[in-house]
């Protein structure tokens, strides 16, 4: 439990495994936000997954039963484009990783790279569709001295009926062969989204929740920057975990259905 006093008036909800798995919404959760949005709070969606646009969570979630515009939901690889065009706006980068991510990145105005030879950047991601001959582009870019960056590191990514490798086992994969270690990671648990998704509710830190299934993303995120941390056990993240974590959230919920009655604790006079 956090000892803070300040009222939550913003939640930065995870999306796989905290309001879906797969094409299912989790039994309460559509209401629960719902309730939420009816007492007044902010809502943001944010996914460390960059197989979508803004534009088409906003559309899967409404569609779950759970309304959104683009403009409510932060992704990895909006945030990695956003601050690659910042960094390096002429940079040409190798995407490993969804067709939709290539995309982002032209929306800001840079230059997806065709192979490894005109790589200034390897961007990592979530890719269904990798290939040893785009793993040895990435390979060889990376040898010549690229930057080394990804959407996120999540090992695994929830689906409805288990788990698959994400953009972490890409990472691992390369980090193994080059000697070289990640240098950014544009989703959580880093600042970039962070300060996105409070952008977006035009909310202070501590005014706000992270509610999530990994401990390792939304939950170190909340715990670096003010935030209270939820965790939600409908995900990847089992209670048995919590004892050997060293990273501890704020509260434990069994599914987001019951964020509406957490909401009533942690604001009992709104």
């Known amino acids: 439990m956090t ?3 300040s009222p939550i008036r913003g939640y930065i909800l995870d999306l796989d495994g905290t309001l879906y798995r797969g094409e299912k919404a989790i039994p309460g959760a559509p209401q629960a936000v719902v309730e939420l949005r009816a007492r007044g709070r902010r809502i943001c969606f944010v996914s ?4 979508g646009s803004r534009e088409a969570y906003a559309r899967k979630l409404s569609n ?4 959104a515009e683009p403009e409510d939901v932060v992704t990895s690889g909006w945030v990695a484009a956003c601050t690659l065009a910042r960094q390096a706006p ?13 995309r982002e990145l032209r929306r800001q105005g840079l230059h997806p790279a065709s ?13 269904q569709t990798l290939t040893y001959e785009r793993l040895n582009q990435a390979f060889q870019a990376l040898r010549r001295g690229a930057t080394f960056a990804a959407t996120n590191a999540d090992p695994t990514c ?6 698959v490798p994400d953009a972490g086992a890409i990472i691992a994969a390369l980090e193994a062969c080059c000697g070289r270690k990640v240098e950014q990671v ?6 970039h ?6 952008d977006l509710l035009k909310l202070p830190p501590q005014a706000c929740a992270v509610v999530g299934d990994r401990l390792e993303t939304d939950v170190r995120m909340a715990k670096e920057n003010g935030m209270m941390s939820v965790l939600t056990l409908t995900g990847v993240t089992r209670a048995a975990q919590l004892a050997c974590s060293q990273v501890i959230p704020d509260h434990v919920i069994a599914s987001t259905a019951v964020l509406a009655e957490l909401d009533n604790q942690l604001n009992p006079r709104s």
Do not use: M
């Open 186 to 191: 544009f989703g959580k648990p880093s600042p």
């Open 48 to 51: 460390n997954n960059p197989l």
């Open 90 to 102: 002429q940079a040409r980068v190798l995407v490993l990783g969804p067709a939709e991510l290539v």
């Open 3 to 5: 000892g803070r006093n």
């Open 193 to 198: 989204t962070a300060l996105a998704a409070l």
């Open 115 to 127: 192979d490894g030879a005109e790589a200034d950047v390897v961007l990592v991601g979530f890719d």
């Open 64 to 67: 779950l039963g759970i309304p």
């Open 158 to 163: 929830p689906v409805e009926d288990g788990e």
